[in-house]
Nanobody, 119 residues
Framework: QVQLVESGGGLVQAGGSLRLSCAAS????????MGWYRQAPGKQRVLVGD???????KYSDSVKGRFTISGDNAKNTVYLQMNNLQPEDTADYYCNALALETSVMYAYWGQGTQVTVSS
């Protein structure tokens, strides 16, 4: 199993920046990809972006050019650098890990961290 703990959320003014962290523990060797999702009030959880174990990243169109996902394998941590934040980025942000265990892919989630962007 994999455990995920997010940190780094908070309140920021429009145009500001935040960096979220997601620390993985447990069966980290089984992780094949990690991603960030967000869920705004009254809306569905959607993918922000993800990174594979090989370092390949992809992003949703809404954050492309503003957000960057990176990983530190030594710390088993993935980061989401968010620049030029806008009020529409306000949401709870969740870390996700896809882990291959005994030929089955499992999805694990962190507890979420809140990001609020004021105009």
């Amino acid at each position: 199993q994999v455990q995920l703990v997010e940190s780094g959320g908070g309140l920021v003014q429009a145009g500001g920046s935040l960096r979220l962290s997601c620390a993985a523990s447990g069966s980290v060797f089984s992780i094949r990809a990690m991603g960030w999702y967000r869920q705004a009030p009254g809306k569905q959880r959607v993918l922000v972006g993800d990174i594979t174990s090989g370092g390949v990243t992809k992003y949703s169109d809404s954050v492309k050019g503003r957000f960057t996902i990176s990983g530190d394998n030594a710390k088993n941590t993935v980061y989401l650098q968010m620049n030029n934040l806008q009020p529409e980025d306000t949401a709870d942000y969740y870390c996700n890990a896809l882990a291959l265990e005994t030929s089955v892919m499992y999805a694990y989630w962190g507890q979420g961290t809140q990001v609020t962007v004021s105009s």
